[in-house]
């Protein structure tokens, strides 16, 4: 209990200076003093979060009372802080205020620091993406618009924000490859009569359309999408699947998923790696999971378990009273020995055959990741938030770190746990720490809320709120490479 009280502390995020260099208090940030690096946290509001954080008051106050359009507010800004002040009339308070505004918009569509670090690459319209060709920038990232490249201008990469969109007019063959034209995460509509060619295998895998007439399947973390565009047939039609991707094994050429729009009865598909043999197994399906060649479902019209073995395509119905389901669907999981799930905040486990259920917590808030026999999940109370891990053979359980504000979202990769945390104004960061609890470190700081986290392939994603307020507005997909932390 002492060490959970001692770490019920609210995690505040660094300033990066030059070099790369961390400072967390105000003797650091005089030693590293960068100017140019203070005026750009001063126009985004964050240097008054941390001097705020650390009640750094006195400063805070004399920050907040500087007029930037004052012809000394650089020098004020450095008597605060107690440097020495030396001239600088490169660096424009004007222009960093007018990009501090175009990191905003970039915000709205997504949190990946690469991109964000980039900002000045990123063409919102077709003009600024003229004026970006005119000085030959590449790579150039196309947010959320509908932009035409010029097939003329060669040796272009484009990168898309928050699926745009580029037009291709030509009534010849293109071969992209040859004029070194890489076009990534955009859908491209092809209005001319001429083959857009040249688009490889990898480049198809991180785009969310296919211009030609071949299978398409892109394999992400949320989606699993068959066929955008399988030909040129204006009424072929599309088949969405919305769920992770599981491979284990001798089952890797087996790909399981839910597809269908209504979020709470899919049907659940198997198909081959390449989109192909594709059956269905059930319908009514909100959830399933699979460990190997097993798969266990829940169906909402009779709101029972099931289980199916992709070798033999039997399904057995498992006797299993689930909880109650009037108001709550379960989330199930799956492991070596143990099926799991989650309903109203009580986690439960039976074994393949549902001959026995027990419960194994009661206080869950619905969020679970399962490394080999051990289960994690948050618990949440008035005052504090904390991950804690549950040994599933024998029940004993015991918190790993515990927070007073909240903690919206985490997983387990490569014997670390990531998080995020935050609450006050929806302003929240991302932490990396060992599976006791100990060595956090920031990843990310001063997002908005973040709603889920996984990792794969040496990245982290998380999905923040396309509109601060606006729940309904849908998610912003961020990628944090894990090689560069």
Not at 33 to 61: H, P, Q
């Given at each position: 209990m002492e060490r959970m009280?001692?770490?019920?502390?609210?995690?505040?995020?660094?300033?990066?200076?030059?070099?790369?260099?961390?400072?967390?208090?105000?003797?650091?940030?005089?030693?590293?003093?960068?100017?140019?690096?203070?005026?750009?946290?001063?126009?985004?509001?964050?240097?008054?979060?941390?001097?705020?954080?650390?009640?750094?008051?006195?400063?805070?106050?004399?920050v907040e009372k500087l007029n930037s359009s004052s012809a000394d507010f650089k020098q004020k800004l450095c008597e605060i802080f107690d440097v020495e002040y030396i001239a600088d009339d490169e660096i424009d308070m004007e222009i960093l205020e007018q990009r501090n505004i175009k990191i905003s918009k970039l915000k709205q569509f997504t949190e990946d620091e690469s991109i964000i670090k980039n900002v000045d690459s990123v063409a919102f319209n077709q003009e600024e993406l003229a004026d970006l060709l005119d000085e030959d920038i590449t790579p150039i990232y196309l947010c959320s618009e509908e932009f035409t490249i010029p097939i003329s201008k060669e040796n272009v990469t484009y990168i898309g924000v928050n699926n745009p969109i580029i037009n291709i007019n030509s009534q010849e063959d293109i071969d992209l490859r040859k004029k070194n034209i890489t076009i990534s995460n955009i859908k491209i509509k092809n209005k001319g009569k001429g083959k857009i060619l040249g688009v490889s295998i990898k480049e198809e895998e991180n785009n969310n359309n296919v211009v030609n007439d071949h299978n398409y399947l892109d394999s992400t973390l949320v989606r699993l999408n068959y066929g955008d565009n399988k030909n040129s047939d204006e009424n072929s039609k599309d088949d969405e699947i919305n769920e992770?991707?599981?491979?284990?094994?001798?089952?890797?050429?087996?790909?399981?998923?839910?597809?269908?729009?209504?979020?709470?009865?899919?049907?659940?598909?198997?198909?081959?790696?390449?989109?192909?043999?594709?059956?269905?197994?059930?319908?009514?399906?909100?959830?399933?999971?699979?460990?190997?060649?097993?798969?266990?479902?829940?169906?909402?019209?009779?709101?029972?378990?099931?289980?199916?073995?992709?070798?033999?395509?039997?399904?057995?119905?498992?006797?299993?009273?689930?909880?109650?389901?009037?108001?709550?669907?379960?989330?199930?999981?799956?492991?070596?020995?143990?099926?799991?799930?989650?309903?109203?905040?009580?986690?439960?486990?039976?074994?393949?055959?549902?001959?026995?259920?027990?419960?194994?917590s009661g206080d869950s808030s619905g969020k679970i990741r399962i490394k080999d026999h051990l289960l994690y999940s948050i618990s949440q109370s008035r005052l504090e938030t904390s991950i804690y891990k549950v040994d599933l053979n024998t029940k004993r359980r015991s918190t790993i770190l515990c927070v007073r504000d909240d903690i919206s979202a985490f997983d387990i990769y490569n014997n670390k746990i990531y998080f995020a945390e935050g609450g006050q104004c929806d302003i929240y960061c991302i932490y990396e720490c060992d599976?006791?609890?100990g060595s956090i470190r920031t990843l990310k700081d001063h997002i908005s809320i973040v709603k889920e986290i996984k990792c794969e392939f040496n990245n982290l994603t998380y999905f923040t709120n396309k509109e601060k307020w606006n729940f309904f507005a849908g998610y912003i997909e961020n990628t944090i490479s894990l090689d560069n932390v």
């Open positions: 009280r001692t770490m019920a502390k609210k995690i505040k995020f660094p300033l990066e200076m030059e070099n790369g260099v961390m400072v967390r208090t105000l003797e650091q940030l005089k030693d590293d003093f960068s100017l140019e690096k203070v005026l750009n946290y001063y126009a985004s509001g964050k240097l008054i979060t941390w001097l705020n954080d650390r009640y750094y008051e006195d400063e805070a106050m004399q992770k991707i599981v491979r284990n094994n001798s089952f890797d050429n087996i790909l399981i998923g839910l597809s269908g729009d209504n979020q709470l009865a899919r049907d659940l598909i198997q198909s081959d790696v390449d989109g192909k043999n594709k059956k269905k197994i059930a319908e009514s399906v909100s959830t399933f999971a699979r460990y190997e060649g097993t798969v266990f479902y829940y169906t909402n019209y009779d709101r029972k378990i099931y289980k199916y073995d992709i070798e033999t395509s039997k399904t057995q119905l498992l006797n299993i009273d689930i909880g109650n389901t009037t108001f709550h669907s379960p989330h199930l999981y799956a492991t070596k020995s143990f099926i799991i799930w989650e309903i109203g905040g009580n986690i439960y486990r039976a074994d393949y055959d549902g001959d026995f259920k027990e419960e194994i599976l006791d609890g």
